[in-house]
């Protein structure tokens, strides 16, 4: 048995949860100072004198920056580490903050929003990566899904510090703060923050050995007498041909496509929701107490799946995720006009859509080896944030051609019910030819 194997079977180490916990901090800030604009927008709005466009262009900023940074970020950990990135994605987010404290107008602002987000993009498929490389077998589902809950957590947090802080002293407090968060966040991730022990032992950058006992010896292993040796295949193949190959491409298909179809949905029901409840009722407060309702079943979600994950397999557990959410889906374009119906079942939209994502992570990273785990992740998620930057646009064009609200609750019923059959296609490859490559196949038990 190899030692990251014997890792990942054994009670997890002190060294572990410390690895883990500094993560989960670091994606509430990430939550924090990504949501701080939209708590900002109503001050902001009225001392700039924003046009809903302006002001919808600063909403979506930082959208667009996750994106570009899921892409073209994340990637960089296969191949600079895991520790690396989530340093260099702290420093932009740091300078993205910093520099929206002292914008001057809606341009500057929309550029620094980028800025951040370009970092947050960087840094949440990483820490995902990460968090499961740390994880033992037996936790790592509810692990995940206790990660997927932070960044909910992080939005929520900002909400509570931004209703004092802002009438007190102007919007640019709020990014103060989580300026503040940030840089505090990279000094202890400069201390304490480990580098994977999967990177380490695949990518074996310089003085890889030494470092791999250091981290051995925090968690209580004796040390390698020398870094095992590697297939000839795991040395030649880089991460995207891993990812493009058999029969891992048609596993990233069915992946990067059935998370991309769960975030379409969550994020026309997020956004659209309360504007679609607001209006059927006459009743804005309404419409916020909806979206409210649905966020906190968001958390709740979350949760539940790492509860759930204690004693059943993630990908199952996702399949009736998401299996469940299409049918609330109907069933929220069948009662939205019904108050009482409506409260009810926006909380199980809530709850079953983020425990779709908690979901996704939770399976993502057991597609790939350590070589490519971070750019098969990182790319998921960045499709799903175009994506999600598509969904609320394509929404605002169905009705103003005419469309029902509750048929646009069916329509994006489909996408979730083709989500879950995605899994259940993954499920079956992984079946027929087995499991992709784990990092500890590939790393020996040579021990001192």
Known sequence: ??????????????????????????????????????????????????????????????????????????????????????????????????????????????????????????????????????????????????????????????????????????????????????????????????????????????????????????IGRPALSELPALPEAVRQQGAVSEILSRPTRFRTLALWIGYACLVGAYYFANTWTPKIVAAASGNDSLGVTIGVIANAGGILGCFIFSALAIKFRSRPLLVWALGAAAAAYLLFGVVFTQINAAVVVALFLGILTTAGIAGFYAVAPDIYTARARATGIGWMIGLGRLVSIIAPILVGYLISGGWHPENIFFLFAIPLAASALCIVALGISIKRSGTAVPASAVASAATA
Not at 108 to 132: D, E, F, H, K, P
Not at 171 to 179: E, K, L, M, N, P
Request: net charge positive.
């Open 1 to 218: 048995m190899d030692v990251l194997t014997q890792i990942r079977q054994s009670r997890m180490t002190r060294f572990q949860v410390m690895a883990i916990a500094i993560a989960l901090t670091l994606i509430l800030i990430d939550g924090f100072d990504v949501a701080v604009m939209a708590y900002a927008a109503p001050s902001l709005s009225r001392a700039w004198g924003l046009d809903p466009v302006t002001l919808g262009f600063l909403l979506s900023a930082s959208l667009f920056g996750m994106a570009a940074g899921s892409i073209f970020l994340t990637p960089l950990a296969d191949k600079i580490g895991r520790r690396r990135l989530a340093l260099i994605s702290l420093v932009i987010i740091s300078v993205g903050m910093v520099l929206s404290v002292f914008a001057a107008d809606p341009i500057q602002l929309m550029a620094y929003r980028i800025v951040t987000g370009l970092g947050v993009g960087g840094m949440m498929a990483n820490l995902n990566v990460l968090v499961s490389e740390y994880s033992s077998d037996k936790r790592r589902g509810t692990i995940i899904g206790i990660y997927a809950a932070g960044y909910p957590i992080g939005a929520t947090v900002g909400g509570l510090a931004a209703a004092p802080l802002i009438p007190a002293f102007g919007w640019q407090s709020v990014f103060i703060v989580g300026a503040a968060l940030t840089v505090l966040m990279l000094l202890i991730s400069w201390r304490f923050l480990p580098e994977s022990l999967d990177y380490l032992l695949t990518r074996r950058p310089a003085g890889a050995l030494p470092k791999v006992n250091g981290i051995l010896a925090k």
